[in-house]
């Protein structure tokens, strides 16, 4: 396995960028774009994954990492608690739904995932540190 050098290298990043584009792809379409509000936020809360994850990796240090992919995971769960909001509205219809839950799920599966790593690795060297 080959050593991460940069953040668009991770994997939680490349599929955070995917459900951005596809939040936004939605959100510029028919009832949803009408209304500013929800279709502001989301975009918001989908750019919040990607963007920590980013700048969490760029720290190069697994206590900050860690933090940022905590906030990263929140903004998955924002996406997805936004969806239901979008489908209750009448904006989305059941299969776009599924479709982006589905993926918003994944986002943070693999986000807590890489924190769960981040937090062994913040552990180990922790443990090694002089007493």
């Known amino acids: 396995m080959s050593r991460v050098e940069k953040f668009e290298d991770l994997i939680a990043w ?3 960028r995917i459900l951005t584009k596809s939040i936004y792809k939605v959100t510029g379409q028919g009832k ?5 509000g929800l279709c502001k ?7 919040s994954i990607m963007s920590n994850i980013a700048e969490g990796f ?10 940022f ?9 924002e996406v ?3 969806l239901y909001v979008a489908l209750d509205a009448g904006y989305l219809l059941q299969l776009d739904f599924d479709e982006l839950l589905s993926q ?8 807590g995932g890489l924190r769960a790593s981040i937090e062994q690795r913040k552990n180990l ?5 002089p007493k």
Not at 32 to 36: G, P, R
Not at 104 to 111: D, H, L, Q, S
Not at 125 to 129: A, C, F, N
């Open 125 to 129: 060297q922790s443990s090694k540190l």
């Open 58 to 67: 760029e720290r190069n240090r697994p206590g900050k990492f860690h933090q």
């Open 32 to 36: 949803f774009a009408n209304d500013f």
């Open 14 to 16: 490349q599929k955070a």
């Open 41 to 47: 936020q989301i975009q918001r809360a989908s750019v």
């Open 80 to 82: 997805r608690s936004q």
């Open 69 to 77: 992919l905590s906030i990263a995971k929140s903004s998955c769960a």
């Open 104 to 111: 918003a799920e994944e986002v943070a599966r693999v986000t």
